[in-house]
């Protein structure tokens, strides 16, 4: 197989509770993730000459060595063992540092279609395993499209995909540096809630489950946050809440009506507005083992 082309979906956190500092220096966290329907494509292509090429049609990304989706391609070089070359190509949809883990998802992307068009082998565990090398959020692109993340967001556990819900990304149009939140994340303040328990609710009471501890940091510093939350829930949201480390803070809605009817009705914001739905299946399935 000489390309592939992969969708490398973004993510959201339905619940992060962080529930303390690693010796390391890392976070113990307990993370709900879930994929959604808002997508980068990836395409990997063998090339005869040894090394990873990479472009991407958004200036946004780092280039070269700087992105995540050219480490993962250097690391599946490696991996293979032998002089071998591949071109990544990358279009991008989802907002760079917004919450959405889409470096994350390339870089899986990337991992899954190299492992593929050079006939490596590597199962699901063992490009997981190179993935966490690479970024936290990397492995959960290998396990959804519904997951608990603990550890520092390594250890993986497969879930039963939950029921479709249409979902409002609203992207403010800045970024936020996951660095930077944690930094400045006060541990005394943070719930430490139980993520398994949102799996046992429904779309009209999700509410009810939805936590971020890293909310009030990045709110705190982007008052826009609670504007966003405010808006979506007027809009008839059945709950809302940020996303990962942020900026970008999704709606959950009932039926695609009200979900396209909320993206109108917010359109003059000035926001990006991505309606879209969750994920039943991984755009990666067929392609890891």
Request: hydrophobic share 40%; charged share 20%; glycine share 12%.
């Given at each position: 197989?000489?390309?592939?082309?992969?969708?490398?979906?973004?993510?959201?956190?339905?619940?992060?509770?962080?529930l303390?500092?690693r010796p390391?220096?890392?976070?113990?966290?307990?993370?709900?993730?879930?994929?959604?329907?808002?997508s980068?494509e990836?395409?990997?292509?063998?090339r005869?000459?040894a090394?990873?090429r990479?472009?991407?049609?958004?200036?946004?990304?780092?280039?070269?060595?700087?992105n995540?989706?050219?480490?993962?391609g250097?690391?599946?070089?490696?991996?293979?063992?032998?002089?071998?070359?591949?071109?990544i190509?990358?279009?991008?949809?989802?907002?760079?540092?917004?919450?959405?883990?889409?470096?994350?998802?390339?870089?899986?992307?990337v991992?899954?279609?190299?492992?593929?068009?050079?006939?490596?082998g590597?199962?699901?565990?063992e490009?997981?395993?190179i993935?966490?090398?690479?970024?936290?959020?990397?492995?959960?692109?290998?396990?959804?499209?519904?997951?608990?993340?603990?550890?520092?967001?390594?250890?993986?556990?497969?879930?039963?995909?939950l029921p479709?819900?249409?979902?409002l990304?609203?992207?403010?149009?800045?970024?936020?540096?996951?660095?930077?939140?944690?930094?400045?994340l006060?541990?005394?303040?943070t719930?430490?809630?139980?993520?398994?328990?949102i799996l046992?609710?429904?779309?009209?009471?999700?509410?009810?489950?939805?936590h971020n501890?890293?909310?009030?940091?990045t709110?705190?510093?982007?008052?826009?946050?609670?504007?966003?939350?405010?808006?979506?829930?007027?809009?008839g949201?059945?709950g809302?809440?940020?996303?990962?480390?942020?900026?970008?803070?999704f709606?959950?809605?009932?039926?695609?009506?009200?979900?396209?009817n909320?993206?109108?009705?917010?359109?003059?914001?000035?926001?990006?507005?991505?309606?879209?739905?969750?994920?039943?299946?991984?755009p990666?399935?067929?392609?890891?083992?």
């Amino acid at each position: 197989m000489q390309s592939i082309t992969l969708k490398a979906p973004a993510k959201i956190n339905l619940c992060l509770s962080v529930l303390g500092r690693r010796p390391d220096g890392y976070h113990d966290v307990e993370m709900l993730m879930q994929m959604v329907g808002l997508s980068d494509e990836v395409t990997v292509a063998a090339r005869d000459s040894a090394g990873v090429r990479i472009s991407c049609d958004s200036d946004a990304i780092p280039p070269g060595e700087d992105n995540i989706a050219w480490k993962a391609g250097h690391a599946l070089l490696k991996r293979a063992g032998r002089e071998a070359g591949i071109t990544i190509t990358i279009r991008k949809a989802i907002p760079v540092a917004a919450g959405l883990g889409g470096g994350s998802s390339d870089a899986a992307a990337v991992l899954a279609a190299a492992n593929e068009v050079l006939g490596i082998g590597l199962d699901r565990e063992e490009l997981a395993g190179i993935g966490a090398k690479l970024g936290m959020d990397v492995p959960f692109f290998f396990y959804g499209p519904t997951a608990l993340a603990q550890g520092r967001g390594e250890r993986l556990t497969e879930l039963s995909p939950l029921p479709k819900m249409q979902i409002l990304l609203v992207n403010p149009g800045f970024e936020t540096s996951t660095a930077w939140v944690y930094k400045n994340l006060n541990l005394r303040l943070t719930k430490k809630v139980d993520c398994n328990k949102i799996l046992r609710l429904t779309v009209g009471n999700i509410s009810a489950g939805l936590h971020n501890d890293l909310e009030t940091v990045t709110a705190a510093a982007h008052p826009e946050i609670h504007t966003i939350r405010q808006s979506l829930l007027e809009q008839g949201a059945a709950g809302v809440l940020m996303s990962g480390s942020g900026p970008t803070v999704f709606g959950i809605f009932e039926t695609g009506t009200g979900c396209m009817n909320a993206a109108e009705n917010l359109s003059d914001r000035g926001w990006k507005l991505f309606p879209t739905e969750t994920l039943v299946a991984s755009p990666l399935s067929g392609h890891i083992r």
